[in-house]
């Protein structure tokens, strides 16, 4: 009891301080990116806090699959360090019974990860892939502010209203500036109102004025106008997307076991196989040199993260590239990084020496004697 009580306490520690740095790194990171897209107009500015919740949510089993890991390695690490092995050792308890203890306190994590890449992640991308879908097709009259120059989706106009009238349906006092085919054109109206024909969404202008010129000529065409219609884009309850496999359900993926589904099916569950496979590297790999330092043995562990999860973004596209099976993929990546770590606590444990095999030795050559005549 006393020898799984003080793992517990010391991966508890540990497991918590590092969860909260890495929580903070990854925060950081996404809130630069998310004030990018917010400044590029890809999201609404006023979604930014929300867009990085869900960011960071659907992050989330990452984040506590390498928090776990470090957290092991550096528990383990530190006992190694500070003697604590030893007395372990000499009291009868080998390396393998380091792993009872380690999976009895990583479990409730196990299953907060492997639920949270089958079911809270494509929730989360559903939730930000739709309010980016909101922000993104809207029409360019939707984008305007009162009092202020907004430039549409295009970019080749740019309008300004005074104010809105009748439920943001109607404005007075409009302008717009456009910049498209070789021809820019200014147009004012006195007021203006929304109207959507079919798919499709109309300004119409009363009681204005249109300037038009060919770009690099100095001929201007003036002419005035009751009534003018301009085409601001399609409306936003026509314009439908094709979901993508990250926004789908578990239950969907297995439906329609396409290729691109499969490689979803296969990250997916990789997440949760590879938090399992890092509790057992973490006992095998755990170790100090004194003579190294610290650094040495934790970027080890870092760069041995990144390798795994890369594989495991690679098999994602190797499946949809075909050049893999998801039952192979599966089997060859976790099911051999799962043998490898048992293979390496196995020889830790039970201290096998690998050793070259000998060389053949010739037979010394024989000596030759010279007996000379004796002086």
Do not use: C
């Not at 070789?182 to 109309?202: D, P």
């Not at 884009?233 to 997307?241: D, H, I, L, P, Y």
């Not at 610290?294 to 890369?310: A, H, K, P, Q």
């Amino acid at each position: 009891m006393l020898f799984q009580s003080s793992i517990r306490k010391e991966l508890a520690r540990s497991f918590g301080a590092t969860l909260v740095v890495l929580v903070t790194i990854v925060m950081t990171i996404v809130l630069i990116r998310t004030l990018g897209q917010a400044s590029r107009g890809s999201i609404n500015p006023q979604d930014v806090m929300l867009f990085m919740a869900y960011s960071a949510l659907g992050r989330l089993p990452t984040i506590l699959s390498l928090a776990l890991f470090i957290a092991m390695v550096s528990a383990l690490s530190r006992m190694y360090r500070d003697s604590e092995m030893v007395v372990w050792f000499t009291s009868g308890q080998g390396l393998a019974s380091f792993v009872a203890p380690l999976f009895r306190f990583a479990w409730p994590v196990l299953i907060v990860i492997a639920l949270m890449a089958l079911f809270v992640w494509p929730w989360a991308n559903q939730q930000t892939d739709d309010m980016q879908s909101r922000y993104e097709q809207r029409s360019d009259l939707d984008r305007i502010t009162p009092g202020q120059f907004q430039e549409s989706s295009s970019g080749n106009r740019v309008f300004f209203i005074d104010r809105d009238l009748a439920n943001n349906q109607a404005s007075n006092n409009v302008f717009i500036a456009t910049n498209e085919k070789g021809k820019s054109a200014i147009t004012t109206a006195h007021s203006g109102r929304i109207e959507s024909q079919g798919n499709t969404q109309f300004l119409m202008l009363e009681h204005g004025q249109r300037i038009e010129n060919v770009i690099g000529q100095s001929a201007f065409k003036i002419s005035n106008f009751e009534e003018y219609g301009a085409k601001t884009g399609r409306s936003a309850a026509f314009t439908e997307n094709a979901p993508q496999a990250k926004l789908l359900s578990l239950r969907t993926l297995i439906r329609d076991p396409t290729r691109v589904n499969l490689g979803e099916l296969a990250w997916r569950f990789g997440l949760a196989l590879a938090s399992i496979n890092l509790v057992i590297l973490a006992v095998a790999l755990a170790s100090v040199n004194p003579r190294g330092g610290r650094s040495g043995n934790m970027i080890f562990i870092l760069l041995t993260f990144v390798v795994y999860n890369n594989f495991i973004n690679l098999g994602q596209n190797w499946i949809f590239a075909g050049l893999i099976s998801f039952g192979s993929l599966m089997a060859a990546l976790h099911g051999g990084v799962l043998l490898l770590g048992l293979g390496w606590l196995a020889k830790r444990h039970f201290n096998w020496v690998v050793r070259p095999a000998s060389r053949l030795r010739r037979p010394p050559p024989a000596v030759r004697v010279n007996r000379g005549s004796m002086p």
